[in-house]
């Protein structure tokens, strides 16, 4: 299996960017990240989408993706793991430089979420989880992690303010990324105070609807210099697993075993642990998901890290930064490209130019991303050679 | 021996309170209260209807009975408010029960004694040696039109009988129905709500029949007031079933069992049946139980119920009807009330 | 929009809470899957896992058992709209079986983790005005 490498990154700044289509979102990311390596073709490319069909009314975005970027005949496909999308599109991507099978695979993820109103949005996410047996029943989103939450609250005395510092420390974060959303700090009162969602969970909770796309160019590690005249950010880690789809199935509902798993391959392929990473961009759709996950990857002990997260330890200056992109809280989460934003991010901060959100002297980081209430999730472990 | 084998009802836990009704209307609830005996009445929630409280209560009759809901024969709902126009109610009974796909099955409608109706027919078939058991039920969620004197009484509820010739708790000794063609009360086709004919809904309508019915079954049976341990009519309020009681000559004892519309309201095709189910939850064997029903249109079905030994061993096996009406009570006010009824005009 | 068929498919587990149950579990697939004896599926399964001869049976799910944990919802899904703000939850029936259910005839201000429920049948949503009515279980306090 040969060494793979990202030598280019493209994306746009997040929004409900109503003047632009799903193509024309996805297009600008992916000459964004052709441009930024430099290359002059690409062999094969990836998309990941959660649901052309349900926010825009469109499938078969291989061919139409391929065809407005003009590359035609190169083979494409859409990959779809919910909001895992974007990160299961690296992965294959990936799989398909290391197999030797392609050498310049472009791995891009997208989603067009504000053609539809706010029902056609709630409908289109919540396919993610069990249509029958949750969403038949009433269950939303927002309503699953809060059931998630109020058991983590329950067992291990989590406060309502801690749960709230979450998004108070990812929007610090997104105020210096030009690319958020929502780059504006938010005041632990506002996060407190913001209207009811899904009890205990509030708005300043929850992700952001958004439209974005975002792109990354993979090329075998030595062939990388050649390539781009970027440094080559290798992708050393790669891990990715599924859990019951159910929330209602899973003996932990804290527990985020997906992530459990998929970040033990990471490691084990990176041959590091949990303490050897600089950094994480997480799968923060709700504030309580990022808790779960950061002590699912193994930073902080099980109901711990509330008190790590008040305590400044996840913040740029802290001991692990968490998602300093400002985190699909405040940079946004167009759901299908949030994987391959969380990779921007890495390659932004691995190369050193992150500018005021810099981390100093970062080597490796991780990014986790996740679908569904936890029943997909891929890491991945990127670093600096 | 034929009759019923098990029973069981549903009262949904809201009410609303007459009061909270003529507040809003105008009305004088004083008045009302004396005029009609009527004192709160049950509502059901948005998520209830015929259907769900028809499969709660048929649920109960199951576990009393202790049978195999396969050996149901038939499934026969009376009410005038199946969910549906056109799909049966009691398919759908059918089905939550796991009486399919060996059953007859058809919905009832007779204002109010399609319920009865359906005791009837479904005992019949027992009687006729067509199948094990049938089943019975009575059960509404009836609509008044805002402001009118229907909308005090107007209620929901459901009752079910599972029939049978073995295992019986409450023997059939004697039927009779009797019917002709009044105009009290109707509901056109597309309709919401229903009309009557004011106190026309009295003398010729109700207390005919109730009489009409009630006197020739018991000179059928050849028995007086005095042979019943209780007595239960139709209950559109809570003064016509006392007025019809006493002038029967049954005593108070008789029939205060099965009276719950002063805090039930009239639930229709449920009403009598629940107030025979009522007098079943405390009935000793032996005890004999006279019921009659009253439908606008009109008619009266008539019922000689005799309690059996079994009975007593099955009463405590469900939930009962009287603790149902008493307990965990909600009260609404008129506003959610009105949205749980979908009175309110909303955009389409 | 209403999807009949599917709807109508799910009928034994939605109106009669059928499940199924591994009476004798015989993974041969040491520790890898989290197969038992006694295990029980809502809704039913097909198997535990590729490698089992396990001994699976029908069943219907126990009626009653306990909140695990719950939510009150208060953006709905369109369907739901009406309801909001309602309690979801999710239960551990007396079998072991989970679900994810309304809990209804209960303030939202008395639901606590680890409350006695039962499931009481009730209509879950509906195809508009004109449209089918859709049923199957909700919860209610078991007090």
Same mark, same amino acid.
């Given at each position: 299996?040969?060494? !793979? ?49 349900l926010f825009v009314g469109q499938e078969h975005l291989s061919s139409l993706l391929a065809d407005y970027l003009g590359v035609c005949p190169v083979p494409a496909t859409r990959v779809e793991s919910a909001c895992a999308s974007g990160g299961m599109a690296l992965r294959s991507g990936f799989i398909e430089v290391a197999s030797g099978l392609s050498d310049i695979v472009l791995v891009s993820g997208v989603e067009k979420m504000t053609d539809v109103d706010g029902g056609g949005a709630t409908y289109a996410l919540a396919t993610a989880a069990d249509a029958e047996y949750e969403v038949y029943q009433g269950a939303t989103f927002p309503g699953l992690y809060a059931m998630v939450a109020r058991d983590y609250m329950h067992r291990y005395g989590l406060t309502r303010e801690q749960l709230a510092q979450v998004a !108070? ?6 105020? +210096? ?36 796309a975002a792109a990354a160019i993979l090329c075998p590690l030595e062939m990388a210099r050649d390539l781009s005249k970027n440094p080559p950010i290798k992708v050393s880690g790669m891990g990715a697993a599924t859990d019951r789809i159910a929330l209602h199935d899973r003996p932990d509902f804290c527990e985020f075993r997906a992530t459990v798993k998929a970040a033990e391959a990471a490691y084990k392929m990176a041959g590091v642990g949990p303490d050897e990473i600089d950094f994480a961009e997480v799968h923060d759709c709700f504030t309580i998901a990022e808790l779960c996950v950061i002590e699912a990857l193994g930073f902080f002990a099980r109901g711990t890290a509330g008190q790590a997260t008040a305590a400044g330890e996840t913040a740029r200056d802290g001991k692990k930064p968490i998602n300093t992109s400002g ?19 890495? *390659? ?19 990014? &986790? ?17 | ?75 026969? *709902?009376?009410?005038?408010?199946? %969910? ?21 099955? $058809? ?57 049978? $010739?073995? &295992? ?26 229903? &009309? ?47 007025? $019809? ?65 079994? +009975? ?10 009287? %603790? ?25 | ?11 034994? &587990? ?53 909140? +695990? ?36 005839? *209960?303030? +939202? ?35």
């Amino acid at each position: 299996m040969r060494d !793979v490498a990202v030598i280019g990154i493209g994306i746009q700044k997040w929004g409900e960017l109503w003047e632009r289509s799903l193509r024309d979102l996805w297009v600008e990311a992916a000459l964004n990240a052709i441009n930024d390596a430099g290359v002059d073709h690409i062999d094969s490319m990836y998309v990941g989408c959660m649901s052309g069909g349900l926010f825009v009314g469109q499938e078969h975005l291989s061919s139409l993706l391929a065809d407005y970027l003009g590359v035609c005949p190169v083979p494409a496909t859409r990959v779809e793991s919910a909001c895992a999308s974007g990160g299961m599109a690296l992965r294959s991507g990936f799989i398909e430089v290391a197999s030797g099978l392609s050498d310049i695979v472009l791995v891009s993820g997208v989603e067009k979420m504000t053609d539809v109103d706010g029902g056609g949005a709630t409908y289109a996410l919540a396919t993610a989880a069990d249509a029958e047996y949750e969403v038949y029943q009433g269950a939303t989103f927002p309503g699953l992690y809060a059931m998630v939450a109020r058991d983590y609250m329950h067992r291990y005395g989590l406060t309502r303010e801690q749960l709230a510092q979450v998004a !108070v420390k990812n929007h610090d974060n997104g105020v +210096l990324n030009p690319h958020a959303q929502f780059p504006m700090k938010m005041s632990l009162e506002t996060v407190m105070n913001s209207t009811m969602i899904a009890d205990p969970l509030r708005l300043m909770d929850c992700s952001p609807i958004t439209d974005g796309a975002a792109a990354a160019i993979l090329c075998p590690l030595e062939m990388a210099r050649d390539l781009s005249k970027n440094p080559p950010i290798k992708v050393s880690g790669m891990g990715a697993a599924t859990d019951r789809i159910a929330l209602h199935d899973r003996p932990d509902f804290c527990e985020f075993r997906a992530t459990v798993k998929a970040a033990e391959a990471a490691y084990k392929m990176a041959g590091v642990g949990p303490d050897e990473i600089d950094f994480a961009e997480v799968h923060d759709c709700f504030t309580i998901a990022e808790l779960c996950v950061i002590e699912a990857l193994g930073f902080f002990a099980r109901g711990t890290a509330g008190q790590a997260t008040a305590a400044g330890e996840t913040a740029r200056d802290g001991k692990k930064p968490i998602n300093t992109s400002g985190g699909l809280k405040s940079k946004g989460h167009p759901v299908g490209a949030t994987g391959i934003g969380q990779i921007h991010e890495l *390659v932004t901060q691995l190369r050193g130019t992150a500018g005021e959100r810099q981390v100093a002297g970062v080597k490796r980081g991780l990014a &986790q991303n996740m679908g569904g209430s936890g029943g997909s999730t891929v890491c991945h472990i990127l670093e600096v050679v | 021996m034929v009759g019923i084998v098990g029973y069981g009802a549903y009262i949904p836990r809201n009410r609303i309170k007459l009061e909270t009704i003529a507040e809003v209307w105008g009305a004088d609830a004083e008045a009302y209260k004396r005029g009609l005996m009527l004192y709160e009445k049950s509502v059901p929630s948005p998520d209830q209807d015929v259907i769900t409280m028809t499969v709660e209560a048929a649920r109960h009759a199951v576990k009393r009975a202790g049978i195999d809901p396969a050996e149901i024969g038939a499934v026969y *709902v009376g009410s005038e408010s199946h %969910p549906y126009a056109v799909k049966p109610t009691g398919t759908l009974v059918a089905e939550a029960l796991g009486a399919t796909p060996s059953v007859h099955v $058809a919905d009832f409608e007779f204002a109010c004694k399609a319920g009865s109706e359906s005791m009837f027919v479904a005992m019949s078939h027992v009687k006729a040696g067509e199948m094990k058991y049938a089943l019975g039920v009575g059960a509404d969620t009836s609509q008044g039109a805002p402001g009118d004197a229907l909308e005090y009484s107007a209620s929901a509820g459901s009752a079910a009988f599972i029939m049978g $010739a073995e &295992q019986v708790v409450a023997e059939c000794l004697h039927t009779y129905s009797f019917c002709t063609d009044t105009p009290d009360f109707w509901r056109r086709e597309y309709q919401f709500y229903p &009309q009557h004919a004011g106190r026309f809904t009295g003398e010729p309508a109700y207390f005919k029949h109730t009489y009409g019915c009630a006197t020739r079954l018991m000179e059928m049976a050849s028995m007086k007031p005095e042979d019943f341990a209780y007595c239960v009519f139709h209950q559109p309020n809570g003064k016509f079933p006392a007025n $019809a009681a006493k002038k029967l000559g049954f005593t108070k004892a008789q029939s205060e069992t099965g009276w719950l519309s002063p805090w039930l309201g009239n639930t229709y095709s449920g009403a009598s049946p629940m107030g025979l189910s009522a007098i079943l939850d405390v009935a000793k064997p032996g005890d004999k139980i006279l019921m009659v029903s009253y439908g606008s249109g009109s008619g009266s079905d008539g019922f000689v119920w005799q309690a059996t030994e079994r +009975l007593p061993s099955v009463q405590k096996l469900a939930p009962q009807t009287r %603790p149902q009406l008493d307990d965990n009570k909600v009260y609404l006010s008129y506003g959610q009330y009105a949205k749980y009824r979908e009175k309110i005009k909303r955009a389409k | 929009m209403a999807f009949i068929p599917s709807y109508w498919r799910e009928t034994p &587990q939605r109106y009669r809470y059928e499940g199924n149950k591994c009476i004798k579990c015989e993974c041969k697939h040491d520790s890898k899957c989290d197969c038992e004896t006694g295990q029980v599926f809502f809704p039913p399964r097909r198997t535990c896992c590729p490698w089992c001869d396990c001994t699976l049976e029908p069943c219907t799910i126990a009626t009653t058992g306990k909140l +695990l944990t719950y939510t009150i919802i208060v953006v709905p899904p369109t369907q739901f709209g009406d309801e909001a703000p309602y309690a979801l939850g999710i239960c551990e029936m007396d079998d072991g079986a989970r679900l994810t259910a309304q809990i209804v005839d *209960v303030p +939202l201000d008395k639901l606590e983790i680890g409350m006695p429920v039962r499931i009481e049948f009730r209509k879950i949503q509906q195809d508009g005005h004109a449209g089918i009515l859709m049923y199957g279980y909700k919860v209610v306090p078991n007090s």
